[in-house]
């Protein structure tokens, strides 16, 4: 589903970016990126969303390369920003059509899409309603759904839980759960290391731009630990 192999990507008079990541996503797998602020998820998440082009390594999206082939790996995968740039000159349901648009949704399956995530997010009755008028909460919630409106096999998700009420995280983690049940992927960050201990079957750890942990959740976490204990491990000793 996602490959990244030794990506490189360091930003010039800087000492951020990444060294040499390595992952394998597969199908059915929730990938948890966890680190500290400026470790490089952010970073890392550009570069296989082909937002930002990298030094060298290379980044295969259901076979594809993004370079070689980036808008055959964009109409595989939605990729969600940490602090969604929405178009809030137009209306929730305006910019989740111009997005359907894009990926050629017909208009049957749209509406239905549309009314269904509307409707467990709880703002089908805001649709009509400029994205300026938008609290971040629902603005997050109407980017997650242009996100699932034309049902990716793969979802790249920077801190996705960020700004979501009790009620959108479950209702979120379930739809998660439910693109893997049925053969999708989903990578995303977080800080929120409960969720992502419960939620998550693999995860990887990386620290000032490179990884220090990565693997099956029960390898990392072992019986009697926590990903909050491992994490303040490996991000102190390097090493786990």
Partial sequence: MLTIQNLTKHYKGS????????????????????????????????????????????IRINGMDIRENPLGCKRSFAYIPDNPDLYEYLTGIQYLNFIADVFGVEAKVREERIKQYGDEF???????????SYSHGMKQKLAIISALVHRPKLLLLDEPFVGLDPKASVILKEIMRNICDEGGAIFFSTHVLDVAEKLCDKVAIIKDGVLVASGDMEQ?????????????????NGEH
């Fill in 220 to 236: 990392i976490v072992k019986p009697g630990q926590s990903l909050e204990s491992i994490f303040m491990e490996v991000v102190s």
């Fill in 122 to 132: 709880e703002i089908t009755t805001s649709l009509g309603d400029l994205i300026s």
């Fill in 15 to 58: 000492s951020k970016g990444v060294t040499d990541i390595s992952l394998h996503i597969r199908p059915g797998d929730i990938y948890g990126f966890i680190g500290h602020n400026g470790a490089g998820k952010t970073t890392t998440l550009k570069c296989i969303a082909g937002i930002q082009d990298f030094d060298s390594g290379q």
